[in-house]
């Protein structure tokens, strides 16, 4: 036997393996076949947000550089930012700061898992 190393002290070395049954699974089973869209848009000025709500609520997860907006208008972003905090909230979503310049948004279906640094300063 092959994998003779398997078996148990005392048995029979000539016992009939058994074949485990197994079952053939249609890979067509999921009833959902979409993809998850992930988008990118640039807030370069307030009025783009409403890009970013609009992929929102098309459940689409979002990549927003907030870069271009906060070198040129610090109110602005701030109000964008609220804005889009009340959308992530309406919808039940999830949204984070990735960096200084990108912050990422997403729908109910999707979680975005911090990491422990994140979540020890959030504490704080």
Same mark, same amino acid.
């Given at each position: 036997?092959?994998? !003779? ?9 000539? =016992? &009939?393996? /058994?074949?485990?049954?197994? /079952?053939?699974?249609? =890979?067509?089973?999921? &009833?959902? *076949?979409? #993809?998850?869209?992930?988008?990118? &848009? ?8 409403? #890009? /970013? ?5 098309? *459940?689409?997860? $979002? +990549? $927003?550089?907030? !870069? @271009? ?11 964008? %930012? ?5 959308? %992530?909230?309406?919808?039940? !979503?999830?949204? =984070?700061?990735?960096?200084?310049? +990108?912050? $990422? %948004?997403? @729908? ?12 020890? =300063? !959030?504490?704080?």
């Amino acid at each position: 036997m092959p994998l !003779g190393f398997l078996k148990k002290e005392g048995e029979d070395n000539n =016992a &009939e393996v /058994v074949e485990d049954d197994f /079952v053939e699974l249609d =890979a067509n089973m999921s &009833e959902n *076949d979409s #993809k998850v869209i992930i988008k990118a &848009e640039t807030l370069k000025e307030y009025d783009d947000v409403e #890009k /970013v709500q609009e992929h929102l609520r098309n *459940d689409h997860i $979002v +990549w $927003v550089n907030i !870069g @271009p907006l906060k070198e040129t208008d610090m109110t602005n972003l701030k109000r964008a %930012v609220k804005k889009l905090k009340k959308t %992530v909230k309406s919808i039940d !979503g999830d949204m =984070a700061g990735v960096d200084e310049e +990108w912050i $990422v %948004v997403c @729908p109910r279906y999707a979680e975005i898992q911090r990491s422990e640094e994140t979540q020890e =300063a !959030g504490s704080q």
